[in-house]
C-alpha cells in the first residue's frame, strides 16, 4: 500500500517517518549508528529525519527537499511511504509524492498550530482525489501532552476538512519520544484510539476497478519484423474494467470498432481475460487503425466522450503563472495535443480557500476553473465517473506545470 | 493483482512510455541483477523485440564471469548491444587498481565519463556483430537522449529521491532540487537540446522484489550471486578491486530471499560490499550528482 506523510515544513513528517522505522525495527541500528557517527564528526545533532533526509543539503539546511521513498512491512502488509516536504516553494515535489497514494497522513505541529500548508496540502489531497486521510497532532510533548490543545487543533481543522468533503481521524504523537507511533503513549491516558501504525494497518484495501467500464489508453502500435506474432498488436495498461477475447471495442475519439482476436503477453499463452492494472497486448480481427493516445472502450458499456473543449479543475505549480490564450501542452492517458485556456472562471487560494479577485492568470499554488480548449477532438470521461481517464496534466515548455480533473463538458 | 504483478506491469508501462517518446534511447545493462530483470521487462514489454540498443559500459576491471555472462547471453537472446570504454585512463593507468587514483575519482573516470561520452557519441563504440560473432566499431555516433536505467530508490539515500523520467543537463549533472513535478503516470518525456532523460522502470523494486521475481520467471542469472561451494557469494556485482563477496551458503533464488527476509542480511545495507560509497561519506550523492547512474 502507498501511503504519504504530508503537513508543513519543520511540523515533523521526517521525524516521524524515522521513527517508525527505527521502532519497527525497519532499519539496523548499523545504519542508525553511522549516521550518528556521521553527525558527531559534522557537529551536528543527531535526528531521526536524517534516516530520509539523507541529502547533505536536506541535513545541512534541516528541510526537506525532495520527496524521498521508503519501505517497510508490518504483520499485515507491505508499505511504501513517500516522506514529502513541507516547503512552500517544494509544492511540486510534495505532488509528486502524493499523487500515488493510496491513503495519506497530515501532521500538525501541536504548538504551532494550523499553518498555510496544513490547509493547502488538505486542498491538494482532495484534488489527488486521495480520499482517507487521518490527521497526526505532532510534538505533544512541547504541550504537555494536554488534551486541551489537542481538542482545539481538531475542531479546528475538522472544520476545515469538511469543506472540502474529507473527514479524518486525529492522533496526537511525539515524534521526538515516540509516543503513539508505533508504542502506545503512557503520557497521553486519555487518548483511546490507535497509534500510527495501527491507524496504516486499519486502512481499507485499495479497491480495485475491474466492475468499472472498461478503459484502456493506446500507448502504441507494435509491429515488430522479427516478431513471432503475426499482424499488428496495440500496447496499453488496461485502467479500468475486464476485457474478453472475442469483446468488440471501439477507439474513441475515432469510434472505429475491432474485434479482439487474442490478448497476448510476451511469454505466455493468450489470455482469456485481462483485468484493470494489467499491461496488455491485444491482436484484432481486422487490423483496424488504431493510434497512440485513442482510448479504447468496450461496445455495450458507456463510453468515453470526444471533445475539444471542457470545463475543469486545475492546480498549478510553476513560477510561471498559467495565462489564458497561451499555447500548452495537454497529457491525458497517452493522447499529447495542444491546448489553450479560453476563460478563466475562479481562482481560489490553495491555503485560505478565499477567491481571487484577478480572472486573468494563476498563480502557482493556487486552483482554478477554467474551460480548457483543445485543438482537436480528445477521449476523456468525467473525473467522477472515471478518474484515470478524467484527469490530465500541462506541460510549458518541456516540464509538467500543472494538473486538472474534468468536470464538465456541458458548456 | 499481487504485489510484483503490479510493480512488472508499471515497469512496462513505464518501458513503453520511453520508447513511444523518445527517438534515440538505449538501455544501461550492467550484467547485474536488476539491469537483467529489467532485460526481461523490455522483452515483455516488446513481445519479445529489444527495439533499441543495450550499453555495456566496460571498465576492464569487471570480474570475468560477467563478461562471459553478458557475451552468452548476447548470443543466446540475440541482443543489440554496445560498449564504450575509457581506453586512455587504462592505458595511461590512471585508475584505482593501478594505484594512481583513490576509488572515487576511478569511478569517475572510468563509469561517470565513459558513461556521458558514450551517451554522447564523442568516443568510440564498439558493436557486437550477430554474423562474425564480434565486437567492431560501431560508425553510428549520433547521441543518445534517453537511457533506460535499472536503478531501485532502496539501494542508496539519493535514489530514494528520484523521477521515474529525470532529465540531466547538458554537463550531465542531476539538479535534484529542481526536478520538475510527476504524476498521474504523465512523464517529463521532452528535454532541451543537449541535455537527455534518464528513466528508471524499477525505483519501486526493493532487492526483494527483484529476487522474487528472478525466482518466478526464473530468469537466468550470473552464478557470481550463488554459493558455489566455497561459502561464499557477491550480493552487488561491481569491479574486482572494489567489489567483495560476502559469506553465505545461499545456492540459488530462494534460499537468498530467506536471507534478506529473516537470516543474517536482514536490514544490512546492499551496497556495503561496495568501497568507493564508503568514501563518499557512506553514500553515492556526490558520484550521482555529476552523472553517476
Ligand atoms: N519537541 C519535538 N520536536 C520535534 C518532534 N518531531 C519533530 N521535532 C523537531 O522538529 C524539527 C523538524 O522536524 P522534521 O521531521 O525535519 O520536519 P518535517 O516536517 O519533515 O520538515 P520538512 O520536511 O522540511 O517540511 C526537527 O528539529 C525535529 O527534531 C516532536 O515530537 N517533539
Ligand atoms: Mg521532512
Redesign the pocket.
Known amino acids: 500500500m502507498n501511503i504519504v506523510i504530508t ?1 508543513h ?7 516521524i517517518i524515522g521513527r517508525i522505522l527505527y521502532d519497527t525495527g525497519s532499519v539496523s541500528r548499523d545504519s542508525v549508528d553511522r549516521i550518528k557517527n556521521n553527525c558527531i564528526s559534522n557537529s551536528r545533532q543527531f ?1 531521526y ?1 536524517y534516516i530520509t ?1 539523507v541529502i547533505k543539503e536536506e541535513q545541512c539546511r ?3 527537499l525532495d520527496s524521498a521513498r521508503v519501505f517497510f512491512k508490518t504483520g499485515k502488509r507491505q508499505y511504501r511511504i513517500m516522506d514529502a ?3 512552500t516553494g517544494l509544492l511540486r515535489n510534495m505532488v509528486t509524492g502524493a499523487s500515488y497514494a493510496d491513503a495519506a497522513f497530515l ?1 500538525i505541529d501541536a504548538a504551532e498550530g494550523i499553518c498555510e500548508n496544513s490547509r493547502r496540502h488538505g486542498y491538494l489531497l482532495s484534488m489527488l482525489s486521495i480520499k482517507k486521510i487521518a490527521v497526526i497532532i ?2 505533544m ?2 504541550v504537555n501532552y494536554e488534551q486541551k490543545a489537542f481538542e482545539k487543533i481538531k475542531k479546528e481543522y475538522s472544520a476545515f476538512l469538511q469543506t472540502i468533503c474529507l473527514n479524518s481521524e486525529f492522533i496526537p504523537v ?4 515516540g509516543d503513539n507511533i508505533v508504542f502506545k503513549s503512557i503520557n497521553m491516558p486519555w487518548f483511546n484510539g490507535h497509534t500510527i501504525i495501527k491507524t496504516l494497518d486499519s486502512f481499507p484495501q485499495e479497491h480495485t476497478e475491474i466492475d468499472e467500464s472498461f478503459r484502456m489508453p493506446v500507448q502504441d502500435i507494435y509491429d515488430f519484423i522479427k516478431s513471432e506474432y503475426k499482424g499488428k498488436i496495440i500496447a496499453g495498461r488496461i485502467c479500468t474494467g475486464t476485457l474478453n477475447a472475442g469483446d468488440e471495442i471501439c477507439f474513441y475519439p475515432s469510434t472505429r470498432k475491432d474485434i479482439v482476436k487474442k490478448i497476448v503477453q510476451f511469454g505466455e499463452t493468450s489470455k482469456k481475460t485481462a483485468y484493470a492494472g494489467e499491461s496488455v497486448g491485444l491482436i484484432l480481427g481486422h487490423d483496424t487503425l488504431a493510434e497512440r493516445g485513442d482510448i479504447a472502450a468496450k461496445s455495450g458499456e458507456n463510453c468515453p466522450y470526444s471533445v475539444n473543449r471542457f470545463l475543469a479543475s486545475i492546480f498549478w505549480l510553476n513560477n510561471i503563472p498559467l495565462i489564458k490564450n497561451k499555447k500548452y501542452i495537454l497529457k491525458l492517458g497517452a493522447c499529447r495535443v495542444e491546448m489553450h485556456v479560453e476563460e478563466i472562471c475562479k481562482v481560489i487560494n490553495s491555503s485560505d480557500l478565499k477567491i481571487q479577485n484577478n480572472k486573468g492568470f494563476v498563480n502557482h499554488h493556487n486552483v482554478a476553473e477554467c474551460i480548457i480548449k483543445t485543438n482537436r477532438k480528445i477521449a476523456l470521461d468525467l473525473s467522477e465517473k472515471s478518474i484515470q481517464t478524467g484527469r490530465f496534466v500541462i506541460a510549458d515548455n518541456f516540464n509538467i506545470s500543472g494538473g486538472g480533473i474534468v468536470r464538465s463538458i456541458d458548456i | 493483482m499481487n504485489h510484483i504483478q503490479k510493480l512488472e506491469s508499471l515497469s512496462i508501462y513505464i518501458l513503453r512510455e520511453a520508447y513511444a517518446n523518445i527517438k534515440n534511447l538505449c538501455m544501461l545493462w550492467s550484467i547485474g541483477k536488476d539491469s537483467t530483470v529489467l532485460l526481461w521487462l523490455v522483452r515483455k514489454a516488446f513481445f519479445g523485440t529489444i527495439p533499441f540498443p543495450l550499453l555495456h559500459i566496460d571498465t576492464s576491471f569487471k570480474i570475468p564471469d560477467m563478461i562471459i555472462y553478458r557475451d552468452f547471453l548476447v548470443k543466446e537472446w540475440k541482443l543489440p548491444i554496445i560498449y564504450g570504454i575509457n581506453q586512455n585512463a587504462i592505458a595511461e593507468k590512471k585508475t584505482f587498481p593501478d594505484q594512481t587514483l583513490n576509488r572515487l575519482k576511478c569511478c569517475d573516470l572510468l563509469k561517470t565519463k565513459t558513461l556521458i561520452n558514450t551517451l554522447n557519441g564523442k568516443w568510440p563504440r564498439y558493436k557486437y556483430n550477430h554474423i562474425t560473432n564480434k565486437y567492431e566499431p560501431d560508425n553510428d555516433n549520433s547521441e543518445y537522449t534517453g537511457v533506460i536505467v535499472g536503478i531501485r530508490s532502496d539501494e542508496e539515500g539519493s535514489r530514494s529521491k528520484e523521477r521515474y523520467f529525470s532529465q540531466r543537463n547538458q554537463e550531465n549533472r542531476w539538479e535534484f532540487e529542481d526536478q520538475p513535478p510527476e504524476f498521474w503516470d504523465q512523464f517529463n518525456v521532452d528535454c532541451a537540446p543537449g541535455a537527455h532523460v534518464r528513466i528508471h522502470p524499477l525505483l519501486d523494486w526493493t532487492e526483494i522484489n527483484i529476487w522474487e521475481y528472478i525466482q518466478h520467471e526464473n530468469i537466468p542469472t550470473v552464478s557470481l550471486y550463488y554459493d558455489n561451494g566455497s561459502g561464499k557469494r557477491y550480493r552487488s556485482l561491481g569491479c574486482y578491486p572494489c567489489t567483495f563477496p560476502i559469506t553465505s551458503k545461499a545456492k540459488n533464488p530462494a534460499e537468498i530471499i530467506n536471507e534478506l527476509q529473516n537470516g543474517q542480511l536482514k536490514n544490512v545495507p546492499e551496497r556495503s560490499g561496495r568501497s568507493q560509497d564508503a568514501e563518499d561519506g557512506g553514500g553515492l550523492e556526490t558520484l550521482r550528482r555529476n552523472g553517476y547512474m
Open positions: 503537513g515544513v519543520d511540523h515533523g513528517k521526517s521525524t535526528e529525519a533526509d534541516g528541510i526537506t516536504p513541507g516547503h501532521v505532532n510534538k510533548d512541547l511525539s515524534g521526538l519520544n
